[in-house]
Nanobody, 125 residues
Framework: QLQLVESGGGLVQPGGSLRLSCAAS????????IGWFRQAPGKEREGVSC????????YYADSVKDRFTISRDNAKNTVYLQMNSLKPEDTGVYSC??????????????????WGQGTQVTVSS
């Protein structure tokens, strides 16, 4: 059974950068569509970005477009989310998940069936 583990979160000042990793264990991440979601306190979970099974197709929410980049390294069994120009409103728990319907907007949590435990990202001065 595929398991996903996120890492790379932390505290960063506005304008800073972080790179999140989503690593697979117990099974291969290859040829699985992967999405990143975030949830801020008191808000609904929001789809941030996703990448298709082979990496040829990506999607970004308008709120992160041109600032975040999703990528995958199948040799390392890992999907990354590079986050630049971070803003306080990017604060939240970021989770990766397997998209059993592939990568396509809108990113609906119900289309993702295996989730990691999440990593906290806090953007604050």
């Amino acid at each position: 059974q595929l398991q996903l583990v996120e890492s790379g979160g932390g505290l960063v000042q506005p304008g800073g950068s972080l790179r999140l990793s989503c690593a697979a264990s117990k099974s291969s991440l290859n040829y699985q569509a992967i999405g990143w979601f975030r949830q801020a306190p008191g808000k609904e979970r929001e789809g941030v970005s996703c990448i298709s099974r082979r990496g040829g197709n990506t999607y970004y929410a308008d709120s992160v477009k041109d600032r975040f980049t999703i990528s995958r390294d199948n040799a390392k069994n890992t999907v990354y989310l590079q986050m630049n120009s971070l803003k306080p409103e990017d604060t939240g728990v970021y989770s990766c998940a397997r998209g059993f319907r592939g990568c396509a907007p809108p990113m609906v949590p119900g289309d993702y069936d295996i989730w990691g435990q999440g990593t906290q990202v806090t953007v604050s001065s």
